[in-house]
T-cell receptor
Framework: EAGVAQSPRYKIIEKRQSVAFWCNPISGHATLYWYQQILGQGPKLLIQFQNNGVVDDSQLPKDRFSAERLKGVDSTLKIQPAKLEDSAVYLC????????????FGPGTRLTVL | DAKTTQPTSMDCAEGRAANLPCNHSTISGNEYVYWYRQIHSQGPQYIIHGLKNNETNEMASLIITEDRKSSTLILPHATLRDTAVYYCIVRVVEYGNKLVFGAGTILRVKS
């Protein structure tokens, strides 16, 4: 079974530039998550989709971050404009519908903002 | 969701059992205990979860105390590849399936 795919794996940008990350979840998984992981910390949930609807985006900085999941499959996360503090690993995860089901994580995209 | 407390780091000799403790003294009756781990430069990986009974799978065993205020993840024969950050997470089982990660325990398996 193919895992969660993410691209790019690494990205370096200047502050105030824009950047986009892509995620393709495991086939059949209805729920998709984007996490931000700052060095030395655990992942923090940014947004959660159920199919193409948003379940939780309470910790998404909506003035600069946006995410979409058109057609309920793959998803993009965008930052515009980026700040230095956005330097982090951005992780995508997916899970099947269910109350206790495990989440499967992708390898992440490491973003460096200079 | 209840908060968890884990040691910052632990060492374990290769081939020995690694016992990772987690305190969750404010856990409520409908909260499960989950364990994930994150190997360097990879995304987190699910290990195991439980409600009140001890659980075992091919990766590990989860021992939950009778009062459910603490638990221990056991890797029976640790290898160098088990070196990772281990996260203990307590989660209410409800629609949304949200996980809240803390800082975790850095486990170093040494030869």
């Amino acid at each position: 079974e193919a895992g969660v795919a993410q691209s790019p794996r690494y990205k370096i940008i200047e502050k105030r530039q824009s950047v986009a990350f892509w995620c393709n979840p495991i086939s059949g998984h209805a729920t998709l998550y984007w996490y931000q992981q700052i060095l030395g910390q655990g992942p923090k949930l940014l947004i959660q989709f159920q199919n193409n609807g948003v379940v939780d985006d309470s910790q998404l900085p909506k003035d600069r971050f946006s995410a979409e999941r058109l057609k309920g499959v793959d998803s993009t996360l965008k930052i515009q404009p980026a700040k230095l503090e956005d330097s982090a690993v951005y992780l995508c995860a997916s899970s099947p519908i269910g109350l206790v089901n495990e989440q499967f994580f992708g390898p992440g995209t490491r973003l460096t903002v200079l | 969701d209840a908060k968890t407390t884990q040691p910052t780091s632990m060492d374990c000799a290769e081939g020995r059992a690694a016992n990772l403790p987690c305190n969750h003294s404010t856990i409520s009756g409908n909260e499960y205990v989950y364990w994930y781990r994150q190997i360097h430069s990879q995304g987190p990986q699910y290990i195991i979860h439980g409600l009140k009974n001890n659980e075992t799978n091919e990766m590990a065993s989860l021992i939950i105390t009778e009062d459910r205020k603490s638990s221990t993840l056991i890797l029976p024969h640790a290898t160098l590849r088990d070196t990772a950050v281990y996260y203990c997470i307590v989660r209410v089982v409800e629609y949304g399936n949200k996980l809240v990660f803390g800082a975790g325990t850095i486990l170093r398996v040494k030869s």
